[in-house]
């Protein structure tokens, strides 16, 4: 079974500029979650989907940061313009979903951004 | 509101020898908690899970969890480290099957 996919795997931009990251969970999986992962830091959650639609984005800085996963599957994560405070890991993470009982969450590699 | 806390940063062991690595939390509702690990440059794996029932739980590569609603603890063990076993361990909690929250991390080093 393929796991969650993320890219890229390293991302280097200057502050004020955009980025993207891509993740796309494992098959069959209907919640997906992105975290940010400060160095030293456990991850936060930043939003977690339920198919194509938002649970829960009550830790997303939504000034600066969307995500979107518009066909349930495939999402991807922006920071529009970043700071250089949002140099971290972005994880993304699936799960079955709630018919699934208790959720077990599989991560993806993470995707490291430097901002300079 | 809920919370993690994995008090120490760092944990070494020999090898051969057991390990504890601790975890305590605070959390409304029922603690579902869980372990995972984290290697370099790799995402979260999944160790275990604790639900409810029994309050020892059984996870991957050996490793246990010991669940104790007194304490509101859920230490992570394992009878006999090896080298392989040192990497960066997360306990997290999530109240109700929602919105889980992860500790700090304690980072286990084993040494031959």
């Known amino acids: 079974e393929a796991g969650v996919a993320q890219s890229p795997r390293y991302k280097i931009i200057e502050k004020r500029q955009s980025v993207a990251f891509w993740c796309n969970p494992i098959?069959?999986?209907?919640?997906l979650y992105w975290y940010q992962q400060i160095l030293g830091q456990g991850p936060k959650l930043l939003i977690q989907?339920?198919?194509?639609?938002?649970?829960?984005d009550s830790q997303l800085p939504k000034d600066r940061f969307s995500a979107e996963r518009l066909k349930g599957v495939d999402s991807t994560l922006k920071i529009q313009p970043a700071k250089l405070e949002d140099s971290a890991v972005y994880l993304c993470?699936?799960?079955?979903?709630?018919?699934?009982?208790?959720?077990?969450?599989?991560f993806g590699p993470g995707t490291r951004l430097t901002v300079l | 509101a809920q919370s993690v806390a994995q008090p120490e940063d760092q944990v070494n062991v020999a090898e051969g020898n057991p390990l504890t690595v601790k975890c305590t939390y605070s959390?409304?509702?029922?603690?579902?908690l869980f372990w995972y690990v984290q290697y370099p440059n790799r995402g979260l794996q999944f160790l275990l899970k604790y639900i409810t029932g029994d309050n020892l739980v059984k996870g991957s590569y050996g490793f246990e969890a010991e669940f104790n609603k007194s304490q509101t603890s859920f230490h992570l063990k394992k009878p006999s480290a090896l080298v392989s076993d040192s990497a960066l361990y997360f306990c997290?909690?999530?109240?109700?099957?929602?919105?889980?929250?992860f500790g700090a991390g304690t980072r286990l080093t084993v040494k031959p």
């Open positions: 997290a909690v999530s109240p109700n099957n929602n919105d889980m929250r």
């Open positions: 098959s069959g999986h209907a919640t």
């Open positions: 959390v409304s509702g029922n603690p579902y």
């Open positions: 989907f339920q198919n194509n639609g938002v649970v829960d």
């Open positions: 993470a699936s799960s079955l979903g709630p018919l699934a009982g208790v959720d077990t969450q599989y």
